[in-house]
Structures are given as C-alpha cells and as structure tokens.
C-alpha cells in the first residue's frame, strides 16, 4: 500500500507503481467519487476499451436501493 500527501493546494500524486501498474498518462481525466468516508480515482477509458469487462460478474449487491430507478 502506498501513502500519499494532501499539498497546499488540495493536490496528490499518484505514486508511480501504481500510474504504472494502471497504464496512466499524463492529462488523463479521472472521475472521482467519494463515498462513505472513501474517496476513489476511477480513469477514463474509450467506451471501445471497456467492451465485454463485465462479462459473467456477479452484479447482486452493487448498487443501493436508494440508486435505483
């Protein structure tokens, strides 16, 4: 697990390994979501580069009933 400071400026940097590990450049947008105490840096992707990731998951207990339309 790697550690990483908040600056001044409410900025982080992504430890390297896991820029690496996670094949992120630089500019790349990311979405950021925060839940429960938790904040989590989801990469965009080109909607080509997500086809079929999903294929056979088991989807029960993702989303919360209050997400549901």
């Known amino acids: ?3 990483v400071s ?17 094949k992120l450049k630089k500019g790349q947008k990311m979405q950021v979501i925060a839940r429960e ?4 840096l989801v990469p965009d992707q080109p909607l ?10 088991d989807t029960s207990g993702i989303r919360e009933e209050e997400d549901r339309v």
């Open 1 to 3: 697990m790697s550690e």
């Open 37 to 40: 105490g938790l904040i989590s």
């Open 48 to 57: 080509e580069e997500l086809r079929g990731f999903l294929k056979g998951m």
């Open 6 to 22: 908040l600056s001044s400026k409410f900025q982080i940097v992504i430890p390297k390994e896991i820029r690496e590990r996670l």
